[in-house]
Every structure is written in C-alpha cells, then in structure tokens.
C-alpha cells in the first residue's frame, strides 16, 4: 500500500514538475452537424498523438490548450466521420462533421479492459455514458442503471440513506440461495467488492438495509459503464464474470491548463407511497373500547369512543404519515484536472450527507480520488487509480419500525413518546419513533482501493500489459440499546428491556494481478489477426469478529465489560484463484470476424481433480451492410451470434465438514462443536451453456436504430445447500443437484425523431422478458425450500425449487376451490382463481390444509423509456421504468388484517353471503357477520372473519406487485458561453431532478419494488416491513473553473 501511493505522489510531482514547460495556447469552437447545422453536443475533441483531450458541452461548444503550430485536433463523435485539422496559429476552429452511414467506430471497453471496436463483437453489450450516469444523482451507482439497460434488472431494496441496491443480468443463474447471482464490478480494470455483510451470526450486527459495497463508488468520478451480459462477453474473467460483468471506467485527465469543476446538489425526500388503513375504528377488541389495550384497531367507532372518552380525538391520526420525517440529501464535488502531453492526472473529492425518513438514521460518504497517466516513452506508459473511501450512518431495524407501527393505534399521536423528564411515554404499545432513536445500529467503512497498469510496446505488432489492483476495508459495527433508567413506573420497548451492546468488526482484502500478452498479425490484403495470451491472479482473505453482550449493568453505557452476558463469534476466509486465457481475432475484410477463446481456472474452493476446469467461446460478427450495397435507408446491417460455457465453482469450505464454537449458557463457557454443514469433498463446479445471437440495425443517418438479442443458457451440476434430518447431526448438505434453464429476449430501440438548429428530441426504448424453468434435482429430491415469510394462522408463505416450474414460485395456504373429483384438485399445484371457492357449513371460506403456487416473483417483462428534448441551452429527460407479470408476499397486509388496521376491515360490522359454492356444488346462500363476539343474528362468532378466516389465507397476502413508474424527470440550464467568456467560471448549469415522482400498481403496501432481504440476497419475493421507497426533488449547481 505504502509503495502504491509513493508511485502516485511521484507521478504527481512529475507532472506539476513538468507543466511549466509547454506553452500552450487556448483554442475554442462550435462542432455542428453538416446536414442541418445542428450544435453536436459530447463530440471528443483530442490532440493527435496524445491522451490531451476534451468533449464539446451541450451547445456543442469546446475549448483546448494545444502547442499550436503543427499540433493536429481530431474530431470523433457516433455515427460521424472523424475529421483532422492543423491548429497553426488560429485560437478558433469551428467544425462541421459529416454523417457517417456506416456507424462503425464506436469503442467500446470489454473484458479484461480491453477496448475493443463494437463492431467486431458478436456478443451483446450496452453502455451507459457520466451524463447519463448522474442525470438522475443517485447516490448508490447500482440505482443509476435503473431502467437504461435491456436484461438488467435493479432493484431499489428500499430509501435507507446509504441502503443497498441488487442487480441481475438475465435472471437467475444459481439456484443456491446462499450464492450471489449479482454480476462482477471491475473499475479501472481493478475487481470490486459488491456484497452486503450481514455480519456474524452472534453478533447482532445485521440489519436489512446494509450498504452494498459498489454504493462505494462516487457516481460523480465515473466516465462510463458497460454491462457485459453473455457468457462470451464475459469468457475471459472466467467463473467470476459467470452472472455478468459491470466494467466502469472513471474520469481521467486532459492535458492542459488546470481545470476545476464543482458541483452541489441539496434535495429533499418523502415517503412515495403508503399503506391505505382504515379510519373508522379505534383500540380495544371486540368492539369494546380500552385505551391500554394491546389490539390497535378492534375497538368501538370513533363516535362511540368520544362518548366514553372525551380527550379521543375527533379523528384517528394517520400514524402512516407522522411517523416518517421529510428526508433530506446534500452533495458535495470538486474535481482538479490537467496535465501536458507526457503527464496527466485528476483529482476528486465528493462529500455525501443523506438524513432519512425514518427518524434519527442517516449516511455519510466522503470520497476521495487520484488518477494520473504517465508516458514514460513512445512505447512505455503507466496509469494509476487510487479511491479512499469512508461511509457510514446510523440505521434502523426497518422490520422492527413497522411491527411497532402496526402495533401502535392511531388514537394516539405517535410523535408524542417522551415524558418531560426524559422517560419513555407508551400508550399500550411500543412506539417505533422511540424504538428508532435508542436502539441502533452505527456502521464506519474505511475503504481504499488502488491500482497500477503498465503498458509496453516494444513492436508495432506486439504489446505487453500488467495490472496490479488492491481493494481492502474494514467494516466496524456497533448496534446498543441504553436499557431501562430505573424510574419507577418506568415501561420500555421489548428490545430495550435489559439494554445490550453488539460489537461487529471484519476486513476484507483482495489483490488481483493480470498479465496480457497482445500480437497482431495481417495475412494478404484481406486477414487481420489479433491473439491475447494471460495469466491472472486473484487472492481474497475475510476477517469477521462479533460479540454480543446483554442485560447492561449501567444504562446507557456501551462496553462489553458492562454486560452481564458476552456471546463472542468469528469467521475466517481464504479464498485463491489462479486462471490463464487465451483470446483470438480474425478480421476478414472487416466486415466478418471470429473470436475465438479459452480459460482454465483452479479453485482453492474444490478438491483435486475438481478444482481446475476449462472452458471454450465463440462468437461471430457479420457486418452484412459492409459486403452489401443496400438501400440508402440502412446505416448499418450486422448479425452476431455466440456460444459459450461457462464455470462457476462453489462457496469457500463447501467441502470439508468444519467446526463451529458453542457457548453454553449462563455460564458463557464456550466449547466447539462439529459445524452444521455436511461438506462433500466430490463437489465438482456448476458449469453453464449459453447460445446468443442478435441482430444490430440503424436507418436514416442513425436517426433510428434497433438492437434485438435472443438467448438461451442451461445450467448444469448447480451446487446447492439442501437440508438434511436432524439424525445425521447436521443442518444442510453442500452437493451438485439440479439444472435449470433461461431463456429470453433483449430490445433496445434508439432514435431521434427532430433534430434541427435548436430542438433535438431523443428517444431510448429497452425491453427484455426472461423464462426459467427448474429441469431437475437430485435424484431422490422432490423439492427443495430454500426461503419463508411467517404469517398469522399459518398463513406463512414459502418459495421452493421444484422441477418443471419457475425459480421464485410463492406457495402458500388458500381459500379451497371446488372441483369434480379429487384427481382433479390434485392435478396441479397452481391456485386456479377462477374456479369457485368452497364454502363450509358456518358459512365462510374452506382454507386448504396444503399450499397451492400463488404467484411467481419473476416479472414477466421490464422496460424503460428514456426521452431527452434539448432546446437551445434547455435540457429536459423523463425516464419511465416498467416491471410487470410479478407478485410478492405482503406480510404487512397480514399484520393489518390480524390488528383491524386494513382497509378492507372496515365491513367488520356488516353481514354478507359469500360468494361460492358448498362441498357439494350448490350455491351458498348462507348470511354471516364478519365482526366479533355475538353478531345481530345472536351467534358467537368469536374473534370474527379477519382474524379468524381472513388472516389464514396466505392467497389474501400474495397480491400483483407489478408496477409502471416515472422514475425520473430533470430539466437543466446551461448559461450560454458568451456571456462567461473571458470570466473565471468558463461553464455554469443549472437542474432540478425529481426521482419516483409517480408509480402506478395495484399493490397495496408500500412501494413493491422494496425487499425484505438485503441487496446481496437472491431472495425476491417478500416485501412488507420493509423500510419504504422515496421520492425525492433535487437542485444542482453545476461550475467549470
């Protein structure tokens, strides 16, 4: 570490060293398109021969320091012919580029880093550029891909500041719910860390809403992302890029006189969408009125309370809106760049402060960066990247805030919760607002993450490249409740009963090196040939501490030594991976070209002779518009195909059988125990097929444009953890069972339909759809269940794997339906809605005793819709996003119907017939009342419908969470450059951006894109209490110095 940030002080002196030297001068221009003199704004504008570079603003204007005279600026944008021209002695060059109709030279950057021209890919890739990145300023870099990307899906896990965000590209890959199917993140060419540590076991340290690790990452220091989705995209980053890779790319220097950009966003934050309750009745049960009482809801009228108790209030308080605060956020980033032709460097310091809506949780995030890029010589460069990164808040349990609020009766102000001498008021219940300001979890990351490349030429045909990449931090926890003060008629919250102190500390190292050997060879007039041979390196190493103390001795004091009881945990992990691939390019006549590769990767986490596997790829790119005259229409004509396979190999000790500590208590004698998992020392890796193949059109000068991607994967020996009978001693069992199959579609659509002098409209449309089918277990196994959600009366749902059905199917209890014959019933598992619901002798539903599929937490399909109109120096985007054919379980629902909070409960006192037949076919005709105790038919009905029958019917819970939403909208001002010039700010932007500002679902709960799983859980089909999703209204200042 010591020896990486020498380099980069060094390679900094050097450059400030040697700036003095060039005298440069200033030259400015407007870049338009020569069709309709349309301003061309992000045209590159570069010194030729040199990394000295810029890119034109929004009214297509640039300005560059060049050495003058001879010095030659190239102009490049998509879809135009480049142009060269000769400075001399001029300080204005206005340019006006042509269409190029062939939309060819696009670079894209693939694996390993390694820029290729997309044109000779025969994969499917897409990139997202910074603008595009920070149009929306998310906070969390994962949240920037929301609704840009066909096949990514992104899931906001909820509007925590500094919460987690889960991506997937093309569904699920591995059917373990214990291994991540998130993609791998590579910055600068440097593997990134994307979990989300849920901490030990003991240590009481694992709150949902932790933070993902690439939410890391300033949004504001990246220049481009590009998602490689197939698995001959990702062939050559080997098992790791089995789900996919992220690739970023951040900011570089531009030579030149020093330039500095700042930029300061504040906003403001609320709740986007809330539970419907019903505000008719008050606390007590039965229809009786108890102000103490435990029940918030079953209590009499709101009238017929006043007349008992005068002090209730005239109406119910909407517990739902007072609980949460307005959040706010604020922004902070500096950037420094420059350089000269031999030297250049950028430097960045981002703040993030984000106060939530749940009150009393925050998030800090201070980042600091420095890239620079030396060329030692014509054929001798280095680069280096080196992040430093700190963050952290304090957070809440968000499934304990809304148990508590769902216990709390809205007779009461929910905000009113301290007595004057500083103890807690309760009314009957805990009260969250409390809960959340005493008992917390405070989290500090320290983070740095560097690298260095080298890149040597000693042949025009040869290079030879190394890269060093070092990611390290710890992660420090500490989650306290003060316990009770010792006033006598004292109450507390059940977590606070005897106050506890959990300590969670771990580490996280991992160095990658990557060594790349790159020929290129031309064959005759008509074969070029590029071949890459490496050799790669990756070493990980986890350290995790916890320990849990309870029942403090003095309140309010958080030391281990002040708990009665100490539960200490740790876990160590070591994990070595060591690949070499190869890679060859054949480019004939380009238009047609073949790419061919190999890796072979060994595993420290499977035994001899499994733990090394090879695996080949192929892909074509046929460019059908180059060989072909066609009409004049086309602008380009290209089909690709592929065919990969891919290895993925299994968790670290999956293996072996270990042992776990145990601690016996009260005594807090600790001991070892044989671990709870059986290992399998024959465990061979999961190997994936896929095929892929698309189609890449564009029409009119580019004006319109189509991609579309077909492709289908099979995944073989998936590793899974099952469970297995008590009697063996063990919990679950590591083996390889099953296969399971996805298939899918991609469309991304791309047009302009204006373009003149001062209006231009674009247009971005994606879309993707997603089938996966479970073929098979493991002989002997029927089903596997690999998650729950507890519900009241045995309404809990689960999600199993079962052959022949989809990953994410939802089983739970429902209302019995009528059918013919048993056999009948019987032959399928899924709830059939439309058939009649049995109805028993009392009158109200039959629920099974078996659980039916419900419903499937895959969408069907998503999409977005970006448009961008500009307007002189006005800027105006709104994206929407779509997620439809999806359903979650909404255990919040459950608790409303178990407490008398829903809206639906309202009917409590009316008497109704069900709709539905007998066990015998005929029409039910019998009336019942769906309140409690004696009804006005003087029949007990106990505890009444809602609770008694409502509440057991997993099918009531399980509701159609899909989702249409304006995910965002902005509008900017640019101040025209006239007006700044000759000043000391060159550029000056104004934009207001407002996110989630509407969605439209039927779901009843909050918004159903939350989670109740941490960002890094494959699990995504329960949501309820979770912590809620925000819409929020942003203001950005934007100056170049």
Not at 10 to 19: A, D, E, Y
Not at 428 to 434: E, L
Not at 451 to 474: Q, V
Request: hydrophobic fraction near 35%.
């Amino acid at each position: 570490m010591k020896k990486l940030l020498r380099v980069c002080t060094v390679l900094t002196l050097l450059f400030c060293s040697s700036l003095v030297l060039a005298q440069q001068i200033e030259v400015s221009g407007n870049v338009t398109s020569d069709g309709d003199a349309t301003p061309l704004p992000g045209v590159n504008v570069a010194v030729k021969g040199t990394s000295s570079g810029t890119q034109t603003n929004e009214n297509g204007r640039y300005t560059i320091r060049t050495n003058g005279g001879n010095t030659i600026l190239v102009f490049s944008y998509i879809g135009y012919e480049s142009q060269e021209i000769t400075v001399g002695n001029r300080t204005s060059i206005n340019v006006s580029l042509k269409d190029n109709n062939k939309m060819l030279n696009e670079v894209v950057v693939t694996a390993l880093g390694i820029s290729r021209p997309k044109k000779d890919l025969g994969y499917a890739t897409q990139g997202v550029t910074s603008s595009e990145i920070t149009q929306n300023r998310q906070t969390n870099l994962v949240n920037a891909l929301q609704g840009k990307v066909a096949g990514v899906t992104i899931t906001n896990t909820g509007g925590a500041p500094g919460q987690g965000a889960r991506i997937l590209i093309r569904g699920i890959n591995s059917l373990d719910v214990s291994r991540d199917n998130q993609p791998l993140f590579v910055v600068d060419g440097i593997l990134l860390d994307n979990s989300t540590s849920v901490g030990t076991t003991n240590s009481g340290a694992s709150l949902r809403g932790m933070s993902n690790r690439a939410g890391d990452i300033n949004p504001d220091d990246v220049e481009s992302m590009n998602i490689l989705k197939g698995g001959a995209a990702t062939a050559l980053y080997g098992l790791r890029g089995a789900n996919g890779v992220v690739v970023i790319t951040t900011k570089s220097g531009k030579a030149g006189a020093i330039r500095t950009n700042f930029s300061s966003t504040y906003g403001f934050e609320n709740v986007n969408k809330i539970p419907e309750t019903q505000d008719k009745y008050t606390i007590g049960f039965s229809g009786v009125y108890n102000p103490q009482d435990f029940f918030p809801s079953w209590g009499p009228t709101v009238e017929e309370a006043r007349k008992i108790d005068p002090t209730h209030p005239e109406k119910l308080y909407n517990i739902y809106k007072d609980a949460f605060n307005t959040g706010s956020q604020w922004q902070n980033n500096l950037s420094f760049t420059g350089g000269n032709e031999r030297l250049t460097f950028l430097t960045s310091i981002g703040h993030l402060r984000h106060e939530g809506v749940i009150p009393f949780t925050n998030f800090n995030r201070l980042s600091v960066r420095l890239n620079t890029n030396a060329k030692i010589s014509d054929r001798f460069s280095i680069g280096s990247s080196l992040n430093f990164i700190n963050s952290g808040g304090d957070r809440y349990n968000a499934d304990r805030f809304n148990e508590s609020l769902s216990y709390w009766s809205p007779r009461w102000d929910i905000r009113d919760y301290l007595n004057a001498d500083g103890t807690y008021k309760t009314y009957g219940n805990g009260n969250p607002i409390y809960g959340a300001m005493t008992n917390k979890l405070r989290d500090n990351v320290n983070r740095l993450v560097g690298g260095l490349n080298f890149l040597y030429n000693p042949t025009s045909w040869l290079s030879l490249s190394y890269r060093a990449g070092l990611d390290t931090y710890s992660d420090n926890r500490l989650r306290t409740a003060p316990g009770p003060q010792g006033i006598a008629g004292e109450r507390v919250l059940e977590d606070n009963a005897l106050g506890f102190v959990y300590q969670y500390n771990s580490s996280f190292r991992a160095i990658t090196s990557t060594f790349t050997a790159s020929a290129n060879k031309k064959f005759g007039a008509n074969l070029n040939t590029t071949l890459r041979l490496g050799h790669d390196l990756y070493d990980r190493r986890i350290r995790e501490f916890g320990a849990e103390g309870t029942e403090l001795a003095v309140y309010n004091y958080f030391d281990l030594r002040n708990a009665r009881t100490v539960v200490p945990s740790q876990n160590n992990e070591d994990y070595h991976l060591m690949g070499i691939f190869g890679e060859l390019t054949l480019d004939w006549k380009d238009y047609l070209f073949l790419t061919l590769t190999g890796r072979n990767d060994q595993t420290s986490s499977l035994l001899a002779p499994n733990n090394s596997f090879f695996y080949p790829s192929a892909s074509l790119s046929y460019i059908f518009s180059q060989q072909f005259k066609l009409p004049e229409v086309f602008s380009l004509g290209k089909f690709r195909a592929s065919y990969a396979q891919i290895g993925k190999d299994a968790a670290p000790y999956s293996t072996i059988t270990g042992y776990s500590p145990y601690t016996v208590l009260p005594s807090g004698t600790t001991g070892f125990t044989r671990g709870s998992l059986l290992g399998d020392p024959s465990l061979r890796p999961e190997f994936t097929d896929t095929f892929e193949a698309g189609v890449e059109l564009g029409f009119l000068n580019n004006r319109l444009g189509l991609d579309f991607t077909y492709y289908n994967s099979l995944s073989k020996d998936q590793i899974i953890r099952v469970d297995v009978t008590s009697t063996t001693g063990y919990v679950n069992a590591a083996i390889n069972s099953g296969s399971m199959r996805n298939r899918g579609i991609e469309l991304i659509l791309r047009a302009t339909p204006i373009r003149t002098s001062k209006f231009n409209w674009d247009v971005n449309l994606n879309f993707s759809a997603n089938r996966n089918r479970i073929l098979s277990l493991r002989e002997g196994l029927t089903e596997i269940n690999y998650a729950s959600q507890s519900g009241y009366a045995n309404s809990t749902v689960t999600m199993r794997l079962v052959p022949g059905y989809a990953y994410g199917n939802l089983y739970g209890r429902s209302y019995q339906r009528y059918y013919a014959t048993p056999a009948e019933a019987n032959a399928s598992p899924e709830l059939d809605r439309s058939r009649p619901i049995v109805i028993g002798s009392n009158g109200f539903p039959v629920i099974n005793t078996t659980q039916k599929i419900l419903g499937n937490s895959q969408p069907d399909w998503i999409g977005g819709l970006n448009n961008t109109l500009r307007y002189g120096n006005f800027t105006f985007s709104a994206l929407f996003d779509a997620r439809v054919g999806q359903e979650r379980y909404n255990q919040m629902a459950n608790w409303f119907s178990a407490f008398g909070i829903s809206k639906e409960s309202e009917n409590r006192n009316e008497t109704i017939v069900f709709d539905g037949v007998l066990a015998d076919g005929s029409r039910n005709t019998k009336p019942v009342w769906l309140g409690q105790g004696k009804g006005p038919d003087g029949v007990d009905y106990g505890i009444g419908f809602y609770r008694n029958v409502h509440r057991g019917s997993s099918e009531n819970f399980v509701e159609d969470a899909s989702w249409y939403r304006l995910r965002s909208a902005s509008l900017s001002y640019a101040l025209p450059t006239s007006l700044l010039k000759g000043k000391l700010i060159k550029n000056l932007s104004f934009s207001v951006t407002g996110n989630n500002l509407f969605l439209w679902t039927k779901y009843t709960g909050y918004d159903p894109e939350t989670s109740s799983t941490n960002a890094g859980s494959n699990i995504d089909g329960f949501t309820g209490f979770t912590y809620p999703a925000v819409r929020s209204f942003l203001f950005t200042l934007n100056a170049g110095f």
